[in-house]
């Protein structure tokens, strides 16, 4: 496996290829980008300008291990407003072409929500509404992943939607595109199960793979620590990945950040993720 950190793990603000600079400083073989309303890479980025951060990213010596958006979180393919939903998928398609100019094969993709604890006075989706509009937006968005060679991730968060490793296995094979998959977040099943069953479950469909640790005992977004400080069975992680054959990238996404020495979390991480994938015997 390869490892990656997501941009989300940096001070905010920081310039990607400062990010980037420091990703290899710490060993990492991959850095996972984020697609934004606007700045560095947003919505208005051009093909021309991704491909340009592709080849200084490269010139670092890192791959683009994949591309995020936080976008979701604002525009739900699940959402009552047609409006709202047209301007998501108008996202995903943004998303999957510039990945597709970055030389990334996968986009993490949240196809909405019932609702969001985190959000204040978000809306409250009916959840077979929910279930039907999203699998809707899917299954017209798949031919577009398929064209740009770009496989759509659906990520496992906490947006009260596809509760379930079997819910979720059925809402991608009913999708029925080798283009839709699962984007599998380790940490965001802790608080109600365990990620190694989802990892046998989901099986090949999974895509691209976040490596988070979660402490249930601290509970909320407070559970979230460092890798290796939580709950995730590490061990039986990685012999469920090994189980299904996974041997793609593993990014870790560490949110919230330290709040002295920042940079210090990217080194740390990556220490951690040498000891998981068994790069280093202690």
């Known amino acids: 496996m390869k490892k990656g950190i997501n941009i989300w793990s940096f001070p905010e603000g920081r310039p990607i290829l400062e990010c980037a600079k420091l990703a290899k400083k710490a060993g990492f073989d991959g850095i996972e980008l984020s697609l934004n309303e606007s700045g560095e890479l947003g919505l208005a980025t051009t093909e021309q300008e991704a491909m340009a951060l592709r080849q200084n990213?490269?010139?670092?010596?890192?791959?683009?291990?994949?591309?995020?958006?936080?976008?979701?979180?604002?525009?739900?393919?699940?959402?009552?407003?047609?409006?709202?939903?047209?301007?998501?998928?108008?996202?995903?398609?943004?998303?999957?072409?510039?990945?597709?100019?970055?030389?990334?094969?996968?986009?993490?993709?949240?196809?909405?929500?019932?609702?969001?604890?985190?959000?204040?006075?978000?809306?409250?989706?009916?959840?077979?509404?929910?279930?039907?509009?999203?699998?809707?937006?899917?299954?017209?968005?798949?031919?577009?992943?398929?064209?740009?060679?770009?496989a759509i991730g659906i990520e496992n968060v906490w947006n009260k939607f596809l509760l379930s490793p079997l819910e979720l296995r059925q809402f991608i094979d009913t999708v029925g595109s080798p283009y839709v998959g699962s984007y599998f977040d380790v940490g965001n099943v802790v608080h109600s199960g365990y990620p190694e069953h989802w990892i046998r479950i989901l099986g090949n469909r999974i895509k691209k793979v976040h490596f988070k640790d979660y402490r249930r005992q601290a509970g909320g977004l407070h559970g979230f620590v460092d890798l290796l400080a939580g709950d995730v069975d590490y061990p039986a992680v990685m012999k469920a990945f090994k189980d299904i054959g996974y041997d793609g990238y593993v990014t870790a996404e560490m949110i919230p950040n330290y709040n002295h020495h920042t940079e210090q979390i990217i080194f740390n991480t990556s220490a951690s993720m040498d000891v998981i994938l068994g790069r280093t015997v202690l």
């Open 57 to 150: 990213i490269a010139d670092l010596g890192l791959e683009i291990s994949g591309l995020a958006t936080g976008l979701y979180w604002a525009n739900w393919m699940t959402s009552d407003s047609e409006e709202v939903r047209n301007k998501a998928m108008d996202i995903c398609i943004k998303q999957l072409e510039t990945a597709a100019a970055l030389g990334s094969d996968a986009i993490l993709v949240i196809p909405g929500a019932v609702g969001v604890d985190f959000i204040p006075g978000c809306d409250v989706i009916d959840y077979e509404k929910a279930y039907d509009r999203a699998l809707e937006a899917m299954r017209k968005l798949a031919p577009a992943a398929e064209q740009s060679g770009v």
